[in-house]
């Protein structure tokens, strides 16, 4: 069984930054990349972010381009999302998950073995 652990969230500033970590116990078979969402309370979980693990390749939400950015580390199976010019919408538990799929339209259906959550809590 794949674990996921995210790591580095935390209570900041408007216009302050993070890096959130998540680091996988195995990498499963069926595999492309690893993906970021994020769930605010009474929201439903919206896709942040994603990466494949061979090239490198990147997608993003409209909602982050240009202040957040995903990068991985193969060799340890971690995946890491740096976030600036943060915002009180950024607010959420934020979740890291394997990617089984890379449709054009990144949706939870295509993602598995869900990390535990880590709290972002942006002040105004």
């Known amino acids: 069984q794949v674990q996921l652990v995210e790591s580095g969230g935390g209570l900041v500033q408007a216009g302050g930054s993070l890096r959130l970590s998540c680091a996988a116990s195995a990498r499963p078979l069926i595999s492309v990349g690893m993906g970021w969402f994020r769930q605010a309370p009474g929201k439903e979980r919206e896709f942040v972010a994603r990466i494949r693990w061979s090239g490198g390749s990147t997608s993003y939400a409209d909602s982050v381009k240009g202040r957040f950015t995903i990068s991985r580390d193969n060799a340890k199976n971690t995946v890491f999302l740096q976030m600036n010019s943060l915002k009180p919408e950024d607010t959420a538990v934020y979740y890291c998950?394997?990617?089984?799929?890379?449709?054009?339209?990144?949706?939870?259906?295509?993602?598995?073995?869900w990390g535990q959550g880590t709290q972002v809590t942006v002040s105004s």
């Open positions: 998950a394997v990617a089984k799929g890379w449709g054009l339209l990144p949706t939870t259906i295509e993602y598995d073995y």
